[in-house]
Nanobody
């Protein structure tokens, strides 16, 4: 499977954005999906993950209650709804596919190109 993230942009603090990740191939539903981000000068970090069915999700503490991950297996897509955005959410956001709901970046097999989210204060 190949992944392509989109939907990034410039938004004011308190605003919302919805990121999308489109996947190619017929095996999308067999993958656990996740979003990661890398802020300027920092390491890539886990944001959210979804099980194969979407029934089980996991979030970083820093985004819990503000971000929502969802997926549509019929459309081969995973989404990240981001509300109440803060300047510290500014980062390049990446989608990833893997076999397990895990947080380390090394647990994820396939990565898409990122999309830049900039939150102004």
């Amino acid at each position: 499977v190949q992944l392509q993230a989109s939907g990034g942009g410039l938004v004011q603090a308190g605003g919302s954005l919805r990121l999308s990740c489109a996947a190619s191939g017929r095996t999308f539903s067999t993958y656990v999906m996740a979003w990661f981000r890398r802020a300027p000068g920092k390491e890539r970090e886990f944001v959210a993950a979804s099980s194969r069915s979407g029934g089980d999700t996991s979030y970083a503490d820093s985004v819990k209650g503000r971000f929502t991950i969802s997926r549509d297996n019929a459309k081969n897509a995973v989404y990240l709804q981001m509300n109440s955005l803060k300047p510290e959410d500014t980062a390049v956001y990446y989608c990833a596919a893997g076999k397990y709901l895990a947080r380390p970046t090394t647990a994820w097999d396939i990565w898409g190109r990122g999309t830049l989210v900039t939150v102004s204060s």
